[in-house]
């Protein structure tokens, strides 16, 4: 199994432009989330989803989109991204294992 | 006031060492508790989960949940340089169940292990 693995591993947007970080899980998960993680702040929640067609915000979801529609993928999307989006993003999945997370992608918005 | 307070460190100690890493939180409705270990550049990893007070044991690693203080401790015996890694504490919302958990993470704890 190659667990939750995300791509890019690192990104350098533009302020204004959009992009989707993509996210997929072969654990067969129902539950998936993305969080966010910025220095100093620990890991804060975007958006989860429950299973395929499910999806519902989590603490910090402004400018952020995702969607659901099958158990293996849950891209995250960013619409005019701006510099408070520069963080480093972790999807994870879980199951009775607990939560796994991906390896993260880097993105800087300039 | 921040739900999960954790020193940030940066915490060094000498390789043997027993290492003591803590976090409170503010929400007594919180159900589980994890810990999580995250190596430089990496994801973090899940290391232990604890539902009730008390300890539970893994290895070299124990865990610690007071409810009533509300205050979860980790220690690491024995420790190695290759435990240098940043430590996050995370509870469950309430409402949530194991394998079924949105997190609430503390700060981390940048632990480093001197050989």
């Known amino acids: 199994n190659a667990g939750v693995t995300q791509t890019p591993k690192f990104r350098i947007l533009k302020i204004g432009q959009s992009m989707t970080l993509q996210c997929t899980q072969d654990m067969n998960h129902n539950y998936m989330y993305w969080y966010r993680q910025d220095p100093g702040m620990g890991l804060k929640l975007i958006y989860y989803?429950?299973?395929?067609?499910?999806?519902d915000k989590g603490e910090v979801p402004n400018g952020y989109n995702v969607s659901r529609s099958t158990t293996e993928d849950f891209p995250l999307r960013l619409e005019l991204a701006a510099p408070s989006q520069t963080s480093v993003y972790f999807c994870a999945s879980s199951a009775q294992t607990g939560t796994h997370f991906g390896p993260g992608t880097r993105l800087t918005v300039t | 006031q921040k739900e999960v307070e954790q020193d940030p460190g940066p915490l060094s100690v000498p390789e043997g060492a027993i290492v003591s890493l803590n976090c409170t939180y503010s929400n007594s409705a919180f159900q589980y508790f994890m810990w999580y270990r995250q190596y430089s550049r990496k994801g973090p990893e899940l290391l232990m989960y604890t539902y009730s007070s008390g300890n539970k044991e893994d290895g070299r690693f124990t865990a610690q949940v007071d409810k009533s203080s509300k205050y979860i401790s980790l220690f690491i015996r024995d420790s190695q340089p290759s435990d240098s890694a940043t430590y996050l504490c995370a509870m469950s919302a309430p409402g949530t169940n194991f394998g079924n958990e949105k997190l609430t993470f503390g700060t981390g704890t940048r632990l480093t292990i001197i050989p």
């Open positions: 989803s429950v299973g395929a067609g499910i999806t």
